[in-house]
C-alpha cells in the first residue's frame, strides 16, 4: 500500500516517462491511487476473512443452543455487511489523467493517513473476533461499537474525497 513500493517496481518506460516535464508528478499521483485501491481491497478482504470468526461464534451459540443470544451478533454480522458494501462501493480516490475533475494530492494524502488508520483498526478487530472468545450480548455490543469506529473512519474518508471533510 505504500507508494514507494510502487516506484521501486518500475519498467523502463514509466522511468523514461518521469524524466518528460509534469509528468513525473502524474505518475505519483497515480503510484498513490494505486495504493488507494489497494487499501480498499486488502480492508475488504480483511474484514471478509474475519467475518468467518464472527461466523464461528454464532455457530457455538446455535450449537449450544443459545438462541436468545444470537440476537446481538447477528445485527454485528448485519453491520459488518453493510461496512463490507460501503467499502465495495467507495469514491475512489482515482481520476484518469484527462478528467475534468481531478483529486488533489493533498487530498490523496489524507485518504491515505485514514486508510493506514483503517487498516490498524481493521487488523485489531479481525485478530480479536478471530480468537476464540466470550459470546455473550455484551461481547457482540463491544465489538458492534468498534466496528462502529471502523465504519466512521471509512465514512470520514469518502467526506475527504467529496471535499466535505478537512482538507
Request: aromatic share 8%; hydrophobic share 40%.
Amino acid at each position: 500500500m505504500d507508494p514507494s513500493r510502487h516506484a521501486q517496481n518500475k519498467g523502463w518506460l514509466e522511468r523514461l516517462t518521469q524524466k518528460i516535464p509534469g509528468f513525473h508528478g502524474y505518475m505519483e499521483r497515480e503510484d498513490r491511487r494505486e495504493s488507494d485501491a489497494l487499501a480498499r481491497k486488502w480492508l475488504e478482504g480483511r474484514l471478509q476473512q474475519a467475518k468467518r470468526g464472527l461466523d464461528d461464534r454464532m455457530r457455538k451459540l446455535v450449537d449450544a443452543g443459545q438462541l436468545d443470544a444470537l440476537a446481538g451478533w447477528e445485527r454485528l454480522r448485519s453491520r459488518l455487511d453493510g461496512l463490507l458494501n460501503k467499502i465495495r462501493g467507495a469514491e475512489r480516490g482515482y481520476s484518469a489523467m484527462f478528467n475534468f475533475v481531478k483529486v488533489d494530492e493533498d487530498v490523496l494524502g489524507q485518504v491515505y493517513a485514514i486508510d493506514m488508520g483503517l487498516v490498524e483498526s481493521v487488523t485489531a478487530w479481525s485478530e480479536l473476533i478471530e480468537q476464540p472468545g466470550e459470546t455473550n450480548a455484551q461481547a457482540a455490543d463491544q465489538f458492534l461499537q468498534k466496528l462502529d469506529a471502523i465504519e466512521a473512519s471509512f465514512a470520514k474518508r469518502g467526506e475527504v474525497l467529496r471535499g466535505l471533510g478537512p482538507a
